[in-house]
């Protein structure tokens, strides 16, 4: 009985390779490294280089390690990408996973935690967002990860092949081993951090008069270690018989595009330029995640919920790691 993870060479995927391992899985991974790393992997754990699309190749790798349960991470992430090559996105994000679940429902398969985000919602009309809130995504990368979580309800009636889509709101953190090291970068506390790193002069604030506070977006933000330990969590529930559940993942609490920027320079101890730039089309002015179900199904609450300790964290990380995962 092993679990497969797709997309584990990259961010979340392999820092929950990292959890599972440590709560005594036995795990698999499946990732093309298109975007991931090779040296994001965990040391000694089944690896196959390949496209979740590949039937065959899944098929062969949940028999031959007896997959009862699957994570899958492997998707594009790029909301501006997803815009400019949308077929690419529901392509590799929605149709290739159609080959998947085909697959491993012929091998038998009897569960799977899948990588849904806040981006399913859209513009929200309240917050915090809850599960149920309306569902109507902005752009193709949200619509492609909302289709999943249609053809995963179909695929539960007819086959009874049970999931928990969980619903990140924004990763972010890293920890000991393994951080964010996207190409090219579009999360804000990586690109923060590039400019104490010396890799960039300034950080761009998208709009500086929204009905916030301070006048930037205010987000969500989740430490990485906290997201892992929520699949870890949801693939027991899983296991123990639970129904299929979507579910937000969310701290709770937002934080200013300035917020994080003053959170930034104390933990880097240098200042970091800010330059003003027109909102970006699409940017919701406040996004942050009701998780009470989190807490109610999952048992789940985030242990790093302090923007410093996240900020601090990816610090680390990059310090570490200059040139992210080049060279491992
Ligand atoms: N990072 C975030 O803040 C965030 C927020 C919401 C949802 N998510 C979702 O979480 C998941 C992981 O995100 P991440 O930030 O770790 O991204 P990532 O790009 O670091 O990891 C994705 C991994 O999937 C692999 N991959 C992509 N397509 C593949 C395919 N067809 N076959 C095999 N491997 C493939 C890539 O090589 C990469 O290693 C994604 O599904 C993403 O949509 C991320």
Redesign the pocket.
Known sequence: MSVLV?????????VTVEALCAAGESVVV????????RG?LVPGIPFYE????DASLVKNIATSHGITQVV??????SVPESVEHPLRYFD??TG?VVRMLTALKECGVENIVF?????VYGEPEYTPIDEDHRKEPTNP?GLS?YFVEQILDRADSAYGLTHVAL??????GATATRG???RPET?LIPLVLQVPMGRRTHVSLYGADYPTPDGACVRDYIHVADLADAHVRALRYLKDGGASQKINLGNGKGFSVREVVDVAERVAGVKIPVREEPRRAGDPSILIAGSEKARSVLGWAPRYPELEGIVRSAWEWHQAHPNGYSGQ
């Open positions: 797709t997309g584990g060479a990259g961010y979340i995927g392999s499946l990732d093309d490294l298109d975007r991931g790393h994001a390949g496209d979740v699309g899958h991470f492997a998707a594009f992430t590799n994000n290739k990588s849904s985000t806040a981006a990368y990860k619903r990140y709101f924004n990763a972010a964010e090291d996207h999360h």
